[in-house]
């Protein structure tokens, strides 16, 4: 009989970095989550979504050699460049094919951070609990002496351990994730728990959506070196209150505006264009963020906090530094 991949077992997000009694904590990676399996040397690497995407990275599928036969592990994609993870180094790997994907594979090699274990050389382990499967996964490690790609995903049972993670953000770490020791691998379902660090940044108001005598989130930016707007990222939709205080903070940009001609897609795989108003970039807000930054730009929505009329635009760092 032929085995599938179970679904990914997903985590709930939660507002405490405290390990609980009972769990583990493992860090949570900037990466791609990626399951994989090798059966009678048939290769699946796919995404949370059921994504084939094998064919963009040969390094991994190249490596699968190293795992026994009736395989398969759940975990995280990530390149590092210059000691941090790099995601979007990521990105734009899942169009490529052949000799394109092997160069990029050459130049920004893949590792694969394994943090479970669903099957193990033909046995199902996905009813076992967390510890057992964290035993075989890390003896599976030390039997076939696993090298790059493969990376076992630490994990530790010490509160000042995990909390000595969140420091980490500043190489690209997203903050932790918990999970139970007796528990099984539960697909589908949002067993595990997830605490993201998050920061606050300051950013300028470049354009609002919705009107604006109620603004209903901004879009943000940052001056370069050489004087140009850059676009960092658009802020969840505003509290009532927090709209109403930027509707008399912001003035209608002039046609000379910055992002004049410019679009910005509404929503993550979609190509519809955001409806947007420009605005004249001069008012300095405060924003919550997770760690998650390519190139400059948040790669989630942000959070308002509040308006820093104590800033101005001049006083904030350039984009990217």
């Not at 795992?67 to 734009?92: K, N």
């Not at 660090?197 to 940052?222: D, M």
Request: net charge neutral.
């Amino acid at each position: 009989m032929t085995w599938t991949l179970p679904d990914p077992m997903l985590a709930a997000p939660v507002a405490s970095p405290d390990l609980p009694p009972g769990w583990a904590g493992e860090p949570k990676w900037d990466g791609w989550r990626a399951q994989f399996s090798i059966d009678q040397g048939r290769v699946v690497l796919r995404s949370r979504r059921g994504t084939d995407m094998a064919p963009g990275f040969p390094e991994v599928v190249a490596a699968a050699g190293q795992l026994p036969d009736a395989t398969a592990l759940d975990g995280e994609l990530v390149v590092w460049e210059t000691g941090r993870l790099a995601f979007e180094r990521l990105q734009g790997r899942l169009q490529r094919r052949g000799a394109t994907a092997a160069r990029l594979a050459s130049e920004w090699p893949a590792h694969y951070v394994a943090f479970d274990v669903l099957r193990l050389a033909g046995t199902n382990t996905v009813a076992w609990p967390y510890r057992r499967r964290r035993a075989a996964l890390e003896e599976l490690f030390s039997e076939h002496q696993l090298a790059a790609p493969w990376a076992l995903c630490p994990s530790t049972t010490d509160p000042d351990t995990a909390r000595e993670w969140l420091t980490w953000s500043a190489v690209g770490l997203e903050g932790l994730v918990f999970k139970q020791l007796d528990t099984p691998y539960r697909p589908a379902a949002r067993g595990w728990r997830k605490y993201k660090v998050r920061e606050t940044q300051e950013a300028i108001v470049g354009a609002i959506t919705g009107p604006l005598a109620a603004p209903r989130s901004l879009l943000l930016g940052r001056f370069d070196a050489a004087g140009h707007l850059q676009y960092t990222g658009r802020t969840t939709t505003l509290p009532q209150a927090a709209g109403r205080t930027l509707a008399g903070l912001l003035a209608p940009a002039s046609s000379e505006h910055p992002w004049t001609g410019w679009t910005f897609s509404a929503g993550w795989g979609t190509r519809d264009q955001l409806k947007f108003h420009p605005v004249h970039p001069e008012v300095v807000v405060e924003v919550l963020a997770d760690t998650a930054v390519d190139d400059g730009r948040f790669r989630h929505p942000v959070r308002f906090l509040r308006v820093r009329e104590d800033l101005t635009v001049g006083q904030l760092p350039l984009f990217g530094a």
